[in-house]
């Protein structure tokens, strides 16, 4: 055969399995997350970082913005140096933070040290809580309400902002947010004054309730990022199957492919000896070279020439196989009649009939209207239930050829054996088969 189609599929071959090799592995990484119970996966520490990165350069403009306006108000009640000072250390603060943020978005995921970034957020985060706690030192000394209740205040839409933003990593969210409440807390608590104790209790309170809020945040955002490992890991197992399935078929094609050129070659080998054997068959029945005395050899000459017959259209039936697999076979419908085709399968097996001792009784309805069938397929119907019966029968038995019409206009053929036949309870197994 040649082997240019083999050396065509090779190629394909091998990126299948590469990416076969690629699912899978692709698989088994998933697998290892979803089944590290509640330890956090570096994927997942990756992502969550990345997530307060994106949250921080969003809101780049936001919290300065903030620290303008308190600096801004604060100069009301506080010097003017001193709130500007404020605001530079808080604003110098946020531009290292933005600048980090940029550079971490910036480096290929697959370089990027997690354990350390987180180090250098955490650290830049505390920095930025600490200046944002130096509002509690601007215009220290005075004993303005106006100015503690806005600081208060101040302190609230921090906390809130923090808690959005932040939520996904909790150690940032608690260092920067834990400096200012601390700084205001003690500013006020230092006021002397059971108002001021209260402002300090409610600042407090506040704190610990949005610490509890970030954290069912942060556990919303952890869930989300399980469904999509465990959607990535469904997306995963569908391409390894595909890859399978293109692969499996891959093969049945080259298998089919084969199995065509094999039965072509076959044939071709098969009917150059044929046809030899029904040429010097047909000579010896036709007697052209003189006369044949013996009977005997008369009827074998004759069951040679139709068993080489039915072996060649046997060797067509072997070729159509393909184009019935292929579903393009077509029936050479014509009229036959049922009795004629299994007399000549009987006298075909006549010689195997006799060698085992064996009886075979025909018994053929008289008169049968012919058959619109295709003969070829409904002799070697004839055939196989007949070799069987030879076949399981045992020697000395006897094997009964029925054929008759049926009440609806049809006709039926009944090969009965004294064999063991087969167990009722195997049968359908059988049928399946």
């Known amino acids: 055969m040649p082997h240019s189609q083999t050396t065509s599929t090779g190629p394909d071959r091998a990126r299948a399995k590469e ?34 990165v994106r949250n921080e350069l969003s809101a780049r403009v936001t919290v300065p913005l903030l620290a303008v306006i308190f600096s801004l108000a604060s100069m009301f009640w506080a010097p003017v140096l001193q709130a500007s000072a404020w605001l530079a250390l808080v604003i110098s603060a946020k531009f290292f933070m933005i600048a980090a943020c940029r550079k971490f978005l910036a480096q290929p995921r697959g370089t990027v040290r997690v354990d350390e970034w987180r180090r250098l957020i955490v650290l830049l985060e505390l920095a930025s809580g600490i200046t944002w706690g130096g509002m509690a030192v601007v215009g220290f000394g005075t004993g303005d309400t106006a100015s503690h209740v806005f600081m208060l205040t101040s302190l609230i839409v921090l906390l809130a902002i923090r808690m959005t ?14 400096p200012m409440t601390v700084a205001v807390v003690v500013r006020l608590l230092l006021q002397g004054h059971p108002f001021y104790y209260a402002m300090a209790a409610m600042a407090i309170g506040l704190h610990v309730y949005f610490l509890f809020l970030a954290k069912g945040l942060n556990s919303t955002a952890l869930s989300m990022l399980e469904f999509r490992a465990e959607k990535d890991a469904l997306i995963a197992e569908i391409e390894e199957e595909k890859w399978i399935s293109d692969e499996a078929r891959q093969r049945a094609e080259a298998a089919n492919v084969a199995k065509s050129r094999f039965l072509a070659t076959m044939s071709h080998e098969l009917r150059t000896p044929l046809n030899a054997i029904l040429g010097f068959s047909e000579v010896m029945q036709s007697e052209l070279l003189g006369p044949m005395q013996n009977a005997s050899y008369k009827e074998y000459c004759a069951n040679i020439h139709d068993s080489g017959r039915h072996l060649l259209q046997l060797i067509n039936e072997i070729l159509d196989l393909s184009r019935i697999e292929a579903g393009r076979y077509e029936l050479q419908e014509e009229a036959v009649r049922l009795p004629d085709v299994v007399e000549d399968c009987l006298r075909l097996l006549s010689l195997r009939a006799e060698s085992k001792g064996l009886q075979v009784v025909p018994d053929f309805a008289r008169a049968l209207d012919q058959l619109w069938a295709d003969e070829r397929a409904v002799r070697q119907i004839c055939l196989n239930l007949m070799s069987n019966a ?44």
Do not use: C, W
């Open 165 to 178: 933003f932040a939520s996904t990593v909790m150690t940032v969210l608690y260092v920067g947010t834990t």
């Open 19 to 52: 990416g076969r090799g690629g699912v899978h592995q692709q698989v088994r990484e998933i697998r290892a997350r979803l089944t590290q119970g509640t330890v956090l996966r570096p994927e997942f520490e990756y992502e969550l970082l990345a997530m307060f």
């Open 390 to 433: 030879l076949k399981f029968t045992p020697r000395g038995g006897r094997i009964t050829l029925s054929v008759f019409a049926n009440a609806d206009g049809g006709q039926t053929l009944i090969v009965k054996d004294t064999g063991p036949g087969i167990p009722k309870d195997e049968i359908p197994r059988v049928m399946q088969a």
